[in-house]
T-cell receptor
Framework: GNSVTQMEGPVTLSEEAFLTINCTYTATGYPSLFWYVQYPGEGLQLLLKATKADDKGSNKGFEATYRKETTSFHLEKGSVQVSDSAVYFCALSTYFGNEKLTFGTGTRLTIIP | DVKVTQSSRYLVKRTGEKVFLECVQDMDHENMFWYRQDPGLGLRLIYFSYDVKMKEKGDIPEGYSVSREKKERFSLILESASTNQTSMYLC?????????FGPGTRLTVL
């Protein structure tokens, strides 16, 4: 079956540091890959996505590249801000008409000034 | 602006009570989903629906049921709440390759 493994947290960084959160996946077929973010007290919102191999998703300074050969979709940002403190979820879907998502366990990120 | 709303942000119920969690979306999506979120476990799919009156079990359906009488509304039902159902419940609706989430309901069962 499908599964997503992401970096254990929590992760604490200083403002302006470089961020990487690792995500690898196992899936049948050709999945779409996502990063969702959950800010304190809120639901999840889509941060970025990639739907085929070698695609790069980007948003708000975050990037992730769909690597089929390593089955990975690592999230990166060059310079984090305090406002990036949140929980980040890697997810995949294999589209069979109902877009079921399989999520990783989430990584809590805290940025200190 | 797309919107998924959930009937309550916080709910406290007693063991054995019947609990209804309501979710409404305004995007005319066919697909709707119920997840529960627990620390260290991420999000786990309880049930989903791909059309009115249609439902499919997710990964952890035991102890839950759902109802979808109208396209915009998807209800999660706990027939007899138990303490191990204390959790954050998230509703989502899905367009192609994107799911939109509600703010969540934090349910505590005493």
């Amino acid at each position: 079956g499908n599964s997503v493994t992401q970096m254990e947290g929590p992760v604490t960084l200083s403002e302006e540091a470089f961020l990487t959160i690792n995500c690898t996946y196992t899936a049948t077929g050709y999945p779409s890959l996502f990063w969702y973010v959950q800010y304190p007290g809120e639901g999840l919102q889509l941060l970025l996505k990639a739907t085929k191999a070698d695609d790069k998703g980007s948003n708000k300074g975050f990037e992730a590249t769909y690597r089929k050969e390593t089955t990975s979709f690592h999230l990166e940002k060059g310079s984090v801000q305090v406002s990036d403190s949140a929980v980040y979820f890697c997810a995949l879907s294999t589209y069979f008409g109902n877009e079921k998502l399989t999520f990783g366990t989430g990584t809590r990120l805290t940025i200190i000034p | 602006d797309v919107k998924v709303t959930q009937s309550s942000r916080y709910l406290v119920k007693r063991t054995g009570e019947k609990v209804f969690l309501e979710c409404v979306q305004d995007m005319d999506h066919e697909n709707m989903f119920w997840y529960r979120q627990d620390p260290g476990l991420g999000l786990r799919l309880i049930y989903f629906s791909y059309d009115v009156k249609m439902k499919e079990k997710g990964d952890i359906p035991e102890g839950y049921s759902v109802s979808r009488e109208k396209k915009e509304r998807f209800s999660l039902i706990l027939e007899s709440a138990s303490t191990n159902q204390t959790s954050m419940y998230l509703c989502a609706s899905g367009g192609r390759d994107t799911q939109y989430f509600g703010p969540g309901t934090r349910l505590t069962v005493l």
